[in-house]
């Protein structure tokens, strides 16, 4: 492809915590949901006020918000739609995503001036697909994850440049049909496509011979089980130019119901990355720092994968060992201001006098700093941190701007 223009980063904001990481380390669009259709029911937390609120937080910033409409919903529920959809619209999101083609048609008719996003659960694996969608009013498309990168720069190349094509770059992913997998309704009744997914996919599992009840098999000869639909998550920040040249113009990232620090981290790795691409010229041979690479590894994460870009992942994209996170750091402090050589901060968890923690700063290599005169909120010296959101202080020679996340690595890293 010529004529390379540097992509978007969009970052998730499951609330109004997650929205400032998001926004404070370097994106350059938000995707959120509100109190209603929208597919996290536990990250919907811009009902009402808060949607405003968040809008014009984010656009002081210079960021985009975009707003998912992305269930798709039942007959009782789409009285209730052109409403939402107009209060949103004066809200000032800047775009829908949306799966549904009735919610497409209202959302035209009741907010003409917003962009129309069409949602990865929308199954988009071709270029007909997608100009349909673009003939039906939409501005962007959100392919399905499981394409491979030569599928998508096909697409790119058969459809209008006009029509925007994001991708998912980084985080979870569904081992079936992205959001739209029955296995959660059926084994525990709660809804996948309303944000309600138990998740079945991470459990583990063994064979049951109807005759022999109480005797479980593994499936494989591991006599722990094995995990046979959970997924590695995604990651693919060693290959930004491969993904700019195929034509997408916006890099997603998933978690809109992870923690903060997931996405200041993960966001302030991208950021760099394709900000480190952009300094190189665009080169396709172009690498991050290792620094950058190993940022994402500094949060809890299924071990990573490239997912489907470059192959089938038949070979690297399932987990057998127990399903759970690696999460070999955890945040001890949050920054809330620095004057004349004293850090003063918030307790997240556990640390003691004489700690070394790890800086992480927006758009800056990690520092390093050693906890020095540790003392409490009424300037008393202290031999640890022990309880939750307490406030702290200790001599730090270097400036630490507010909001910057203070980690320590897990003396044994752990897989919880």
């Known amino acids: 492809m010529t004529g390379i223009i540097k992509p978007e980063l969009l970052a998730p904001a499951g609330d109004k915590e997650r929205l400032a990481a998001a926004v404070e380390f370097g994106a350059d669009a938000v995707y959120l949901g509100s109190d209603c259709?929208?597919?996290?029911?536990a990250a919907a937390s811009f009902g009402g006020e808060e949607l405003r609120e968040a809008c014009e937080y984010a656009h002081s910033k210079g960021v985009k918000v975009y707003l998912t409409c992305n269930t798709v919903p039942r007959n009782d529920e789409l009285p209730r739609l052109p409403a939402f959809l107009e209060y949103a619209a004066d809200c000032g999101v800047d775009a829908f995503i949306v799966t549904d083609i009735g919610v497409l048609k209202l959302a035209k008719k009741h907010a003409p001036d917003v962009e129309i996003h069409i949602s990865t659960q929308a199954g988009i694996t071709n270029y007909a697909a997608?100009?349909?969608?673009?003939?039906?009013?939409?501005?962007?498309?959100?392919?399905?994850?499981?394409?491979?990168?030569?599928?998508?720069?096909?697409?790119?190349?058969?459809?209008?440049?006009?029509?925007?094509?994001?991708c998912f770059v980084h985080g979870a992913m569904c081992v079936s049909f992205s959001g739209r997998c029955l296995l959660s309704n059926y084994m525990t009744g709660r809804d996948s496509n309303r944000g309600d997914c138990a998740q079945p996919c991470r459990w583990r599992y063994s064979l049951l011979e109807e005759k022999r009840p109480g005797e479980y098999f593994p499936v494989e000869q591991d006599n722990t089980g094995t995990y046979i639909m959970n997924s590695r998550d995604m990651c693919l920040i060693e290959h930004i130019p491969e993904l700019a040249q195929a034509g997408i113009d916006?890099?997603?990232?998933?978690?809109?119901?992870?923690?903060?620090?997931?996405?200041?981290?993960?966001?302030?790795?991208?950021?760099?990355?394709?900000?480190?691409?952009?300094?190189?010229?665009?080169?396709?041979?172009y690498k991050p720092e290792q620094w950058i690479i190993d940022e994402v590894r500094k949060a809890s994460n299924r071990q990573y994968c490239t997912g489907f870009y470059f192959s089938t992942p038949m070979d690297?994209?399932?987990?057998?060992?127990?399903?759970?996170?690696?999460?070999?750091?955890?945040?001890?402090?949050?920054?809330?201001?620095?004057?004349n050589g004293i850090l003063y901060a918030t307790q997240r968890n556990r640390f003691f006098e004489g700690d070394e923690l790890e800086v992480m700063i927006k758009g800056q290599k990690p520092i390093t700093v050693t906890v020095k005169n540790l003392k409490n909120a009424d300037g008393g010296l202290i031999d640890n941190a022990p309880h939750p959101m307490m406030n702290f202080s200790f001599e730090c020679p270097v400036e630490i701007p507010s909001g910057a996340y203070l980690r320590m690595q897990r003396k044994n890293g752990v897989i919880l």
């Open 37 to 41: 259709f929208g597919m996290r029911t």
């Open 130 to 166: 997608a100009n349909a969608f673009y003939e039906m009013g939409a501005k962007r498309i959100v392919t399905a994850r499981e394409l491979s990168l030569d599928e998508i720069e096909e697409i790119r190349i058969n459809t209008p440049k006009e029509l925007e094509i994001e």
């Open 250 to 285: 916006s890099f997603k990232i998933e978690g809109r119901a992870k923690s903060a620090y997931y996405t200041a981290v993960s966001v302030n790795a991208y950021r760099c990355a394709l900000d480190g691409y952009e300094a190189s010229g665009f080169d396709f041979d």
């Open 316 to 339: 690297d994209a399932q987990i057998f060992y127990n399903g759970g996170y690696v999460r070999e750091w955890d945040v001890a402090a949050i920054s809330e201001r620095w004057e």
